[in-house]
């Protein structure tokens, strides 16, 4: 009989960032990777506390977080086991940066802004604070392969905001999670429409080339909004998909 994989983790405990992400992330990028097949047996939570000597809640939320993004999927006298990979990921809170190495692709930022600025009556509406709070305003142009192929806006209180230097290098969404926030849930709309001369010159379209556009509202667990953004893709090479379940009356 197989032995449960237990991951190599060697955990820094005066780091700022948790615990329980620094036990999660490894096992997301292995499993990512592929060097974790599907059904995979994954050691079992009281195993790992007592191996990382850290704390059974610490590794429970650990393993929580992964079945939670469709990683893990835990099962009745077989324990908790790697999710078969799905053929697309579907509405997956995850940024474009993590999507594009998934897909094996070489992503690149270039940021254009990175203010923290005074909440105006807008920032404050949706963002769910006082008029006047510190606020990070975050535009950035992502590359595929060398391609500019998306322009990203993001606005969220300063305090919770990453670092320059590790937003020219990750996804917000990643670095959002090794603070230890759990995005939970969003409200999006998308549309299309033709982009301004300074988009199109930044995104190199024309400007009569439609752009795809999403205006997205992230939430943390406890219901408390994280982050509020507008990104701007390429018409002719992003593509949004999403699939809708009917659910028995």
Not at 60 to 65: E, K, P, S, V, W
């Amino acid at each position: 009989m197989l032995h449960p994989y237990a991951p190599r983790i060697e955990l820094n405990r005066t780091s700022d960032i948790p615990l329980h992400v620094q036990i999660s992330q490894p096992i997301e990028r292995a499993i990512i990777a592929g060097e974790l097949s599907a059904g995979t047996v994954i050691e079992n939570e009281i195993s790992m506390a007592h191996r990382l000597k850290v704390s059974r809640p610490t590794a429970r939320r650990a393993m929580q977080t992964l079945v939670e993004q469709g990683l893990l999927i835990r099962r009745r006298g077989k324990g908790t086991i790697v999710a078969p990979k799905p053929r697309h990921r579907l509405l997956k809170l995850s940024s474009l940066n993590e999507e594009l190495r998934r897909q094996g692709q070489h992503p690149t930022t270039h940021i254009l802004t990175y203010n923290v600025i005074p909440a105006t009556a807008r920032m404050a509406q949706q963002l769910d604070c006082s008029l006047g709070t510190p606020v990070l305003e975050l535009e950035r142009l992502r590359y595929r392969d060398g391609e500019p192929i998306a322009l990203l806006y993001n606005w969220m209180r300063a305090d919770l905001a990453p670092s320059f230097a590790d937003l020219e290098q990750h996804g917000l969404y990643e670095l959002i999670r090794q603070s230890g926030t759990i995005i939970a849930s969003t409200t999006q709309s998308v549309g299309a429409e033709r982009p301004t001369r300074r988009q199109a010159k930044l995104l190199t379209i024309p400007v009569r080339q439609p752009v795809l556009t999403i205006n997205r509202t992230a939430f943390d667990e406890k219901g408390d909004i994280v982050e509020w953004g507008i990104h701007t893709y390429r018409g002719d090479i992003y593509r949004y998909e999403s699939t809708v379940f009917a659910q028995g009356e």
